[in-house]
Every structure is written in structure tokens, then in C-alpha cells.
């Protein structure tokens, strides 16, 4: 396994459309509220640069009752 920053996201992570739709997904789930503003973070960071994908991803979130986190990160992205 290669040496990464601490924090940097592993290698074979791409940033993808299907990465995007996992990760609403999983804003879907209540037993994942502990990480929802992390989640927010992870796909802002993996949709750099692929504005059809973040757009993809907050679509996804319509009627999700997010945590206040989440839509506190979603609100104000530079806090990830």
C-alpha cells in the first residue's frame, strides 16, 4: 500500500457520478447522521472540477431531511 497525506482521500477514489449518487445515498440512511457533514465534504471533494456530478449529488438530496451539519456544510462549502 503507498504512503498518502494524512486526510487526502485514497488513490483508486475517482471522481465520478456513481461516487456522488453512494454518497446521497448514504444521507438517505439515519443510522449515518454522525457523518453527514463528513459525507457533504467527501463529495464536494470528489466532484471538484465535475459540475454535472455535485449538481447530480445535491439533486439527489431533494426531501432528505438533512442533519443540521450536513445542510450547514452544504450552505457554507469552505467549511469542509
Do not use: I, N
Request: with cysteine.
Amino acid at each position: 500500500m503507498s504512503a498518502r497525506k494524512r486526510g487526502s482521500l485514497p488513490s483508486s477514489w475517482r471522481r465520478s457520478r456513481s461516487h456522488a449518487r453512494a454518497l446521497s445515498q448514504q444521507l438517505r440512511t439515519a443510522s449515518t447522521t454522525p457523518l453527514d457533514g463528513w459525507v457533504v465534504c467527501v463529495a464536494f471533494a470528489l466532484t471538484q472540477g465535475d459540475a454535472a456530478a455535485w449538481s447530480e449529488f445535491v439533486g439527489g438530496l431533494e426531501g432528505v431531511e438533512l442533519s443540521a451539519e450536513a445542510a450547514e456544510m452544504l450552505a457554507d462549502l469552505s467549511r469542509c
